[in-house]
Every structure is written in C-alpha cells, then in structure tokens.
C-alpha cells in the first residue's frame, strides 16, 4: 500500500454509520458515549495537568501538603529555578542545535536516496532500499559502544557534531523507506514530460518530485522532530559535559540536582515537553499522518 | 514506481551519475554510523575490554557468563514480561480507544488528541511525572487514602514487588495513544459495504467485530506487533529516568542492564554480547517486517 493512500483514507471518514437507531435510544448512546470517552480523556490529561499545577507550587507547599495534594500556593520561581539555575535554557538550545540540523539533514538525504531508488532503474535498488530500513530496525544497543568509541576515534566525542552524526546515520533508512513508498506513486508521465523539456536529474528531483512529496515530506519532519528532540539514548552515549546535553539528559541531572523539590522537577518537564506539544498542536494533522506513513508498511 | 523501469523506459537503464551519488551519500552516512559500528559490536561480544586497554579475545566467554548471571536471567525474563504486558495491553487499549473513537462525530477530535497528546512527550518527562503520581504522599496514595483503602498505600518505586509495574504504566500511556492511531487508519480502511451486508445477513454487532473487523484489521495487526515488539525491546528512557533498574534489578530490563554494564561498570565486552541477546531477540521481528516489506516494496 502507499503512502498516498493512508492520507486519503484521513480524508475519507464519516461513510461508516449507515443505520439509524430510534431518536430516543440515539440520544441515550449519544449520552453513554461523551461519557466514556469523556472519563477516559480526563485520566489521560490527568497527569499533564498534575505536572503543570505542580510547577506552579511553591516548594513550601509541597513539602508542607504533599506532591499529590490540591495547590495551596502559586509561583513561577519553579521555572526560573529549572531555567536559569538547572541549566534547561542551555540545554533546550542544545536540543535545537541538534534537531534542527538533524531532521533538516537526514530528510534531505533520504529524499535524494528515495528519489533514486524510486525513479530510477538502478541495480539492486531493492535490496539497497531494505538494508536501509534493516540498519533502522537494528536495536541500538548494539551500536552504542562502538558508536562511542568511534566518535572519540574521531575526536568528536561529547560534541554536538557527533549526535546529529549518529541521528542522521540510524534514522535515514527509514525516511527513504517511507519517502520511496510516496515518490514512486508519482506517474512516470510527469518525469517523462520534465526529460523532454531538457531537465537534469537534478532539477527534475528539486522542481518536480520533492513539491509532489511535500506531505510526505511534512509528515515526516514532525514526526521526526519529535523523536530526535526526545531522544535520550544517543545524546548520553555520545556526550558528556553536562553543558552540552540536550534537554532529555539534563532533565535527568535536574531530577538528581532537585530531589524531592516536585516545583522545579515538574517545571523542567514542563519546558522539555513544550516544544513538542506545540509542533504537535500546529502540526497534528501531519503529525498523524506522519505515525500512519510509517506503519503502512 | 514504474515496474522493472526498462520496460516503460528504455533509455533509463543508464544511471546517470549524479543519481548514483543521490544513493551513496545516505548510504555511506548510514554504513559509517550504523553498518560499520554493528559489525564491531558483534566481534567486541567475543571480548573481554575494559575500553582503555586493548581488548583480548574471550570467544563465547561472555555468552557462557551469562548463563550463571542472575542480574542477566531477571532482565531476560522482565523483558519477555515487558513484551508481554506492555506490548500485550497497549495493543488492546489501543484497539479498545480505536473502536471506541473511530466515528465522526460532535467532538471527537478533542478525545483523539486528549489521548494522542502523550505520544508527543518525551520518555523522560514522562516518567518524571509519573514519578510524582507514585510518591509516598503523591496522587495515587491520596485517591487510596480517599477512597478507603488507605492500607495500598505504598512507596510504589522503591519496592521490589511493585516497580516493574509501576514503570509500565507510565510507558503504556503513552503508546496507546500511538497505536490508536495506526488501529483508526486501519479501521477507516474497512469497506463499509461489508457491514451494510452483514447487518442485512442478520449479524450481531459482536459478529460483525469478529468476522469482518478483525480479519480486516490483519495488516494493522501486523504492524503494530512489529511496533511493539521492537520498542519493547529498545525500552530505555522510561526505566532509565523512574528507577534506573532497581531496586534490587526488580525493574532491570536488558537494554537498561547493557547500558549500565558498558558504560558504568565499564565491561565494554561483556555489554557486547549483552547487546547481541537484544539483537537476536529483535532479530526475527526485523526479519518478518523486511519480507512483509520486501513484498510490498515489489
């Protein structure tokens, strides 16, 4: 199945509902189910509300009514703590510094590589497509040391440089996968017409087949943003300076630094978590579609 | 893609250079960081090295240590509990909350989102939250207290009987957002037809999910297994961040054993080979999804 075709079946919904129950009954199981699913979203946002009530306490407060208690007292000092104390400034820039480049990059790549292997008859193009995705689906535990002990080879141990390296490297098997599910839907009559005009490979990739995989493209970077921002397993592999750690790790040296005060912990999370809620809440729909182009396949 | 391009177009055989370069450039990135480092992990696994001196070889030392390992035997089986739990009810809930949502109608998308919107939270903020519900005088022990079972109440996290599980949920409300997702695309994917004629057949709803819901969603199934199996198995930031794989290794994971076995007591050979058990176990997942998508790819 292609890519094209989840995205159309987003599009698609409300067919299924075809029969109609008597209007008193409809309203009871209108009812029943804006209260199971009205519950069931409540214990969800649960915890999200917890910690953001939570941040806004003093540590007074929690000490004195307890972390599971109703606020007593509200505050912003939590946030400055994290901050500016706690190092979550620098290391949010960190993550940036990190997941920009690297969605930026490894999307960047993978397009050029499935554009190839898509539109083009090369030689064990298959085979090349799946020990792309083979590499992706590797447990990364089998890589970590010696991922470590190359990039200190390399002397770019605890760099940023050497993060994004392994980023793109692990995650650009599987945007090619996807992004080659996408390209080759694209008719060969569009290429056939560019070729006529004189187009270049080259051109033909960067005016005619990258605007066509532009949804792809966007599902993509969302989804992606969020699994390099969030990672946490790479970046304390590679790195090691406390002031070089993204905003996962450093969380981590927060919840050690602060035990037990839940308003500058809570506050952290808070700030870890924002930038991916907003792509989320810009993006959601790409963000959705993005979940579902991976697992087409 | 036109199939076996040559025949639509004759005059693609011959790659043009710059297109050839489009496929190396990922390629290498991805042999430099992935290929090359894989296949050094599986020799260092026949090592003994401490990662200062240079390693000396040990053949399948590390695989016959393991055997008489009990910090080893307690990840293994947690993580086949961790598959099985984790893996096993995320994918119900999913279903359930997929089945539950999947009809158009007067906000629905709030519900969506309100169970989506932990998939965007990183593992770590998520056990960080998490671990202030499971305080001696956090949330879950003040709902006890409140509703008459004042004598559950527990340091969750730091008793041996109760920390897995107590890693788990944290971890599963967030996936089961996610597998959502994948069930209601695929749920979408039904021909409607099929339940008009199965309604007209006489069939009960309970039918109509077993014999027409189900079989659909086969593919979706699939997928989701592959999912869950492979995050089961790269597990890490949740167990790392809320117990670090204690106490006692009660909440000890292989993928959390490895990571402190290479790089805090520093057996770089022996964490080796403890990676190649997670990759053998991944191994067959990894191998099934290619077919899958070796087929598909066609």
Redesign the interface.
């Known amino acids: 199945m292609t890519a094209t075709r989840t995205t159309a079946h987003i599009e698609t919904t409300e067919a299924a509902a075809p029969h109609r129950p008597a209007p008193r009954g409809r309203a009871l199981r209108t009812t029943g189910f804006h209260l199971t699913a009205g519950l069931l979203s409540a214990l969800w946002l649960l915890p999200i509300v917890l910690v953001l009530l939570t941040s806004t306490r003093t540590f007074d407060d929690i000490a004195a009514h307890g972390v599971g208690s109703r606020p007593h007292s509200f505050t912003l000092d939590g946030f400055r703590q994290a901050w500016v104390d706690g190092g979550q400034q620098r290391a949010l820039i960190n993550s940036m510094l990190v997941t920009v480049p690297t969605v930026l990059l490894s999307l960047g790549l993978a397009s050029m590589a499935a554009f190839a292997l898509s539109r083009y008859a090369l030689p064990f193009r298959r085979v090349l497509l799946l020990l792309m995705l083979g590499g992706n689906l590797l447990p990364p535990q089998i890589l970590l040391i010696p991922v470590s002990k190359l990039s200190e080879l390399l002397g770019i141990y605890d760099r940023l440089y050497a993060l994004i390296g392994v980023q793109v490297g692990f995650g650009v098997g599987f945007y090619v996968f996807v992004l080659h599910g996408f390209m080759r839907a694209i008719p060969a009559e569009i290429q056939q017409a560019a070729v006529i005009d004189g187009a270049n490979p080259w051109q033909i990739y960067r005016r005619v087949v990258l605007p066509l995989a532009r949804p792809a493209l966007a599902a993509l970077s969302a989804l992606s943003f969020t699994w390099i921002f969030n990672d946490l397993l790479w970046a304390i592999t590679v790195l090691r300076t406390e002031d070089r750690m993204p905003v996962t790790a450093s969380l981590i040296g927060l919840q050690g630094q602060y035990v037990s005060m839940w308003n500058v912990i809570a506050a952290g999370s808070v700030i870890a978590a924002a930038p991916t809620v907003a792509v989320f809440l810009r993006f959601q729909r790409h963000f959705v579609a993005g979940l579902n182009l991976g697992a087409v396949k | 893609?036109?199939p076996?391009?040559?025949a639509?177009?004759p005059g693609?055989?011959r790659?043009?250079p710059?297109?050839?370069a489009?496929?190396l450039?990922?390629?290498l990135?991805?042999a430099?960081?992935?290929?090359?480092?894989?296949l050094?992990?599986?020799s260092?696994s026949l090592t003994s090295w401490d990662?200062l001196s240079a390693p000396t070889f040990v053949g399948l030392g590390n695989f016959s240590e393991m055997l008489h390992d009990t910090v080893f035997r307690t990840a293994a089986i947690n993580t086949v509990l961790w598959l099985l739990l984790f893996g096993g009810l995320s994918a119900a809930l999913g279903l359930g909350?997929a089945l539950?949502?999947?009809?158009?109608?007067r906000?629905?998308g709030?519900?969506r989102?309100?169970?989506?919107?932990?998939?965007?939270?990183?593992?770590?903020?998520t056990a960080?939250?998490?671990?202030?519900?499971y305080?001696p005088?956090?949330?879950?022990?003040?709902?006890l207290q409140a509703v008459g079972l004042g004598g559950w109440k527990h340091a969750w996290l730091a008793d041996q009987d109760t920390a897995f599980y107590a890693v788990i949920v944290p971890a599963l409300?967030r996936q089961v957002?996610?597998v959502m997702?994948?069930y209601l695309?695929g749920l979408?994917?039904?021909d409607?037809v099929l339940?008009?004629a199965a309604?007209v057949d006489g069939a009960t709803r309970v039918q109509q999910f077993r014999h027409i819901t189900l079989p659909q969603l086969r593919?979706?199934n699939a997928?989701?297994l592959s999912?869950i199996v492979?995050d089961s198995?790269?597990s890490?930031?949740v167990v790392?961040?809320l117990t670090r794989g204690g106490p006692y290794h009660s909440s000890e994971l292989?993928?959390t054993y490895?990571?402190s076995t290479?790089?805090q007591s520093l057996r770089?050979g022996y964490?080796?080979a403890?990676?190649?058990v997670?990759?053998v176990l991944?191994f067959g997942v990894?191998v099934s999804?290619?077919v899958?998508?070796?087929r598909?790819?066609?």
């Open positions: 893609m036109a076996t391009g040559s639509r177009r693609a055989t790659v043009p710059v297109v050839l489009f496929v450039v990922p390629l990135a991805e430099f960081w992935v290929f090359w480092p894989a050094q992990g599986f260092l990662g909350a539950l949502l999947q009809q158009e109608r906000g629905i709030f519900y989102a309100a169970l989506f919107l932990p998939v965007v939270f990183s593992l770590v903020a960080l939250v998490w671990q202030a519900m305080q005088d956090g949330l879950i022990n003040h709902v409300w957002g996610y997702v994948l695309a979408k994917g039904i409607p339940y008009e309604k593919s979706v997928v989701v999912v492979i198995l790269r890490f930031d790392w961040a292989l993928s490895m990571y290479a790089f770089l964490g080796s403890l990676a190649v997670i990759f991944a990894i999804y290619l899958r998508a070796f598909e790819a066609d």
